[in-house]
């Protein structure tokens, strides 16, 4: 209890209060603007973390998180297109409900459900983190091993359209992770000392996400200008309230732990959310016409999942979201490794963010109710004039990273290939997470058989490894059930364009 309160007094300091507002504002705008998801604008903002303290920092970037995961929801209601795939399904109802003249019934539910679901999931953070922590530190490195094994499986499996494409665009990730010297012997340099020190995480993350995303969105620009619902103040009625608070808290059970196991995510509670509440309503009718429930159950999984996506992160360094992992880079950028010792070497950081999420959650709620309205403006800005700011920007923020001209160059060809990714369908996050995540599972490998003396049979000599080995051959055996059932049952509905770009996305 002493820590937290330590942590709410870094949080309420006024420096760090300006950082929260900031993130919220910034999250929250770059959430409702189609395609700029929350990871981008980390990806832009990494260089901040040069200049500012990593309090500051980290408390922004967790703003930026929870703003993003609200701010989506509010182009799903008013245009129908979900600035985040984890909206997709707020999209449903909450546009039927904008169409009807409910536009800001569905907006205040999306909201008050957001801040109920960061606000219990943000108290479980304060009682698992410590607990998590405990228990994970006494793991070695075969259990670490596996461990992120396991994430890479998960993570390459949940995403995308195909199993086959999120192990290619995994297998990208870990080839740019290998480019260096970090053994001592170069590896992928092609004789080029400025590759040496491998490439930079700041690039390939601006690289991937933001030249990526500007360039494809540019190669698919559509001149027509946005039809905007109109929105009045966001308010509920007695009814509203009645036939919401339950979905959130359905919601926020369902997202929380989905958010804290590795590749969990936010869009698999938020179709569980939706289908849960389809079959509890007392009003099964009106859903595909416009259900308050489908909106309010949605919403609470996505930010309950948020909250829960910082569990592994703090406690095993293991990102479960594109924008977690650019939190990861984030932390590592001041030399802070996220894992089990952190709680230990740098207390103050991590209670002062748990703190701050409240502080964040509580902003939120104010900030965004009444400001529905202007946040819908922002859908006006033209996305030529919009999307060269973002390249300007990312280049930038590259640069900045290490003043290097070279960089800019690599800059170009990871832009590139993150619009070849999105152009054949192949998710980001694999690749992100394979470049982080690379050299560390490398480093685990290499202790793990230094201490066996080569003996290969020690990955598995562990409860934890066997036990994760295990979850693995199970994912194999559904993913090879599945495949079969697929291919024996009649064929589905075809996925559209549109909604592979979410999910890739």
Request: hydrophobic share 55%.
């Amino acid at each position: 209890m002493d820590l937290l309160l330590d942590g709410f007094q870094t949080a309420l300091t006024p420096e760090n209060l300006l950082f929260a507002l900031i993130g919220v504002l910034l999250g929250t705008a770059v959430g409702v603007l189609p395609g700029i998801g929350p990871a981008m604008a980390l990806a832009l903002l990494l260089p901040v973390t040069y200049s500012v303290g990593v309090d500051s920092a980290i408390i922004m970037f967790a703003g930026i998180y929870y703003g993003g995961m609200y701010g989506g929801s509010t182009t799903s209601i008013l245009l129908n297109t979900p600035g985040e795939s984890s909206s997709v399904i707020t999209a449903i109802e909450g546009n039927k409900m904008a169409k009807s003249g409910r536009a800001a019934q569905a907006l205040a539910t999306a909201a008050i459900g957001s801040f109920v679901a960061g606000t219990i999931g943000t108290v479980l953070l304060w009682v698992l983190v410590p607990r998590v922590a405990d228990v994970v530190v006494q793991l070695g490195a075969p259990s670490y091993f596996a461990v992120m094994v396991l994430a890479f499986f998960a993570v390459t499996m949940v995403l995308g359209s195909s199993k086959l494409r999120g192990f290619i665009s995994l297998f990208l990730g870990l080839t740019i992770a290998l480019v260096g010297t970090a053994t001592g012997q170069a590896r992928i340099t092609f004789g080029n000392a400025q590759l040496a020190d491998g490439i930079d995480v700041v690039v390939v993350a601006v690289g991937i996400f933001a030249i990526g995303e500007a360039l494809w969105v540019a190669a698919h620009l559509r001149r027509k200008p946005l039809e905007i619902i109109p929105v009045g103040q966001p308010w509920m009625s007695r009814a509203d309230w009645g036939r919401s608070w339950k979905p959130w808290l359905r919601g926020t059970a369902l997202g929380f732990p989905f958010g804290a196991v590795p590749a969990g995510g936010a869009e698999v509670p938020t179709f569980l959310s939706y289908a849960a509440e389809q079959k509890l309503s007392k009003h099964p009718g009106e859903f595909g016409k416009g259900a308050i429930e489908g909106v309010a159950g949605p919403e609470a999984a996505n930010n309950a999942s948020a909250a829960g996506t910082l569990l592994p992160l703090l406690t095993l360094g293991l990102p479960t979201t594109a924008t977690a992992t650019i939190m990861l880079v984030a932390l590592q950028s001041y030399g802070i490794q996220p894992g089990p010792q952190l709680l230990d070497n740098e207390p103050g950081l991590v209670w002062g963010l748990l703190a701050s999420l409240v502080i964040a959650n509580a902003l939120l709620l104010v900030i965004n109710l009444p400001m529905a309205p202007l946040w819908a403006k922002l859908l006006q800005i033209p996305r030529p004039q919009l999307y060269a700011g973002i390249l300007f920007f990312a280049t930038l923020g590259a640069y900045t990273a290490n003043f290097s001209a070279f960089d800019l160059g690599l800059l170009v060809l990871l832009g590139l290939l993150g619009l070849a990714m999105r152009r054949f369908g192949l998710p980001v996050l694999p690749l992100i997470v394979g470049v982080i995540l690379g050299p560390a599972m490398e480093l685990q490998l290499t202790q793990a058989l230094q201490i066996s003396q080569g003996e290969v049979s020690t990955l598995w000599s562990e409860p934890v490894a066997k036990a994760v080995y295990a979850v693995i051959a199970l994912m194999l055996v559904a993913m090879v059930v599945g495949a079969v059932r697929r291919r024996t049952s009649p064929a589905a509905p075809t996925t559209t364009d549109d909604e592979k770009e979410l999910v890739n996305r």
